[in-house]
């Protein structure tokens, strides 16, 4: 089978590590080539070498078996490399058409709008898509935009395409027909690398994979020669468990209830519109549905970071409807807010000042004048080596921790107990989302922990198959709305995106 791609030998280094350390890779003709590896292993800097965003140190590249040197994705665009990032790359407010001509200049000075209207249809239709190439971007669903990413580089005549992380905002219909027009790409002689973190879509769409760990390629195997668990197993040194883990807890009294709620997002629209949900001690109670259809705003109003504008919020029988932040952790209220490396944390604060943003106003840790931080100092070590923060030191910056260890440090602030105890009431708004395997596991596990010590836990999550492993019920949440509620013996993904695809998401 002919090689459309042949990297030997790459090698790229940033101060303090080799990101790629002699990486070989090869991508065949009419195949889908899966790239695993935990954070950090060193994928997309390969991805992005083949690209033209990186010049390795060292190596060479082949496309065709020509030796090539790439000084710039103009370069691989124009050998028939185009990639799709995981953060789309359009302009929100031009159309469909706009975007997919932007900087083409075959037309010279006068754009023939008709005839590349005509040609982005066809194409479009050629892999089941129906686009309309006169609607603005911004009014485009996440899959939408997604479709529009991929016409714009195989109408560049791109026959080596990279997909970095496809599916992260995807609903199970739309991946589903993403995967359908993939095949159809490596039928018709396409080359295409697919990064991803979800093994599930391994064995389901690619041909080959190969496992990075460190820099280095581990394997490359033909999947149908392979498991979930073996790759896995590659990819971190150890097994890892995939099969539904019951606890032995079971659900009691009622820790939260919402009632009607209504909430508005930053751009002044209602992002919560009418939401009555309840959470059980020792339940996990996911919440599926498409990134903007209101669940960050539901987690920051129970959170207290954010007004509702009507309904209410009772936990534990008290109504809470309104109270700021501090108010809710003294209610048992722990909060894992997305975008950790963002949201969660104070980049240049040490590690120990992370540790307590929240507990540093609370005996023993002060006596409100003055802060204890021999006490501080002692429970902040037993943290990190309790939640496996790797880091140099306790006052080393936040910011220079992994992705990781930064959901590692915000989980030890927010479940620890520091203040008030074992939380009674756990807000998860995508805690696992850009972790590897490994690190995902552990906080699945975590979750299950506390299931079991009697909290209850809202699990905010994209990741169907996550889902369908932990919640005892999964609400399904689509244009601010709750649109159903299944238990573990109801839900599996084809109702839960029917679901998530009944409304248009919010523009809030």
């Known amino acids: 089978m002919e090689r459309l791609v042949e990297l030997r030998g790459i090698v790229k280094r940033f101060p303090g590590v080799a990101a790629n350390d002699g990486v070989d890779f090869e991508l065949r003709c009419g195949e889908v080539h899966a790239l695993l590896g935990e954070n950090g292993a060193g994928k997309t800097t390969l991805v992005n070498i083949l690209y033209g965003l990186y010049k390795p140190d060292e190596g060479e590249i082949y496309v065709r078996g020509r030796k090539v ?19 789309f790359k359009l302009v929100e407010s031009h159309t469909v058409l706009e975007n997919i001509i932007l900087g083409l200049k075959e037309d010279g000075l006068k754009i023939d709008f008709e005839r590349h209207r005509g040609r982005i249809i066809k194409l479009a239709e050629k892999y089941g898509w129906r686009i309309d190439p006169g609607a603005r971007i911004w009014q485009l669903s996440a899959g939408e935009k997604q479709q529009v990413e991929l016409l714009k580089i195989l109408y560049r005549g791109a026959e080596i395409l990279i997909l970095d992380e496809p599916t992260s905002v995807l609903t199970h219909q739309e991946t589903r027909r993403l995967f359908e027009a993939l095949r159809r790409m490596a039928r018709e002689g396409k ?12 064995m389901e769409v690619s041909d080959r994979v190969t496992v990075m760990r460190k820099g280095r390629v581990i394997i490359t195997k033909e999947t149908r020669e392979t498991t979930k668990a073996e790759l896995a197993n590659y990819m971190i040194g150890r097994p890892v468990v995939f099969s539904q883990r019951k606890v032995s807890a079971q659900p009691g009294a009622t820790v939260l209830k919402i009632v009607d709620l209504k909430v508005s997002g930053d751009r002044g629209y209602p992002a919560v519109n009418g939401v009555s949900l309840e959470v059980e001690r020792g339940e996990i109670l996911g919440i599926a549905g498409v990134s903007g259809n209101g669940q960050v705003e539901l987690a920051e ?16 029988g008290a109504d809470v409807t309104g109270m700021d932040a501090g108010r809710m952790i003294e209610f048992g209220v722990a909060y894992i807010p997305p975008e950790g490396n963002k949201l969660g944390i104070v980049p ?13 106003r609370y005996p023993p840790y002060s006596n409100k004048l003055l802060l204890n931080w021999g006490k501080m100092l002692e429970k902040a070590r037993e943290l990190v080596k309790e939640f496996g923060v790797v880091t140099p030191s306790v006052f080393s910056k936040a910011r220079s921790l992994s992705g990781g260890n930064i ?3 915000i989980l030890a602030r927010e479940l620890s107990g520091i203040v008030g105890g074992t939380p009674r009431l756990i807000v998860a708004t995508y805690p696992t989302k850009g972790l590897d395997v490994g690190a995902a596991e552990f906080v699945h596990d975590l979750l299950l922990r506390y299931k079991e010590m009697g909290s209850g836990i809202i ?9 369908l492993l932990l919640s005892d019920r999964i609400a399904v949440m689509s244009g601010g709305r709750i649109r159903g509620v299944l238990t573990r013996g109801e839900a599996d993904a084809e109702k839960i995106g029917l679901l998530m695809s009944e409304a248009a998401p919010q523009a809030g």
């Open 191 to 202: 080359g295409i690398i697919f990064i991803t973190h979800k093994l599930n879509e391994v």
């Open 459 to 467: 699990f905010i999550s994209e990741d169907l198959e996550e889902l």
């Open 301 to 316: 109003a129970i959170a207290g970071l954010r007004k509702p504008l009507a309904g209410r919020i009772l936990l534990n």
């Open 348 to 360: 240049e604060f040490r590690v120990v000042d992370n540790l307590f943003l929240k507990a540093y």
């Open 407 to 409: 959901q590692r440090l």
């Open 69 to 87: 040197e790439l000084k710039s994705p103009k370069d691989a665009i124009s050998l028939g490399i185009g990639m799709v990032h995981q953060n």
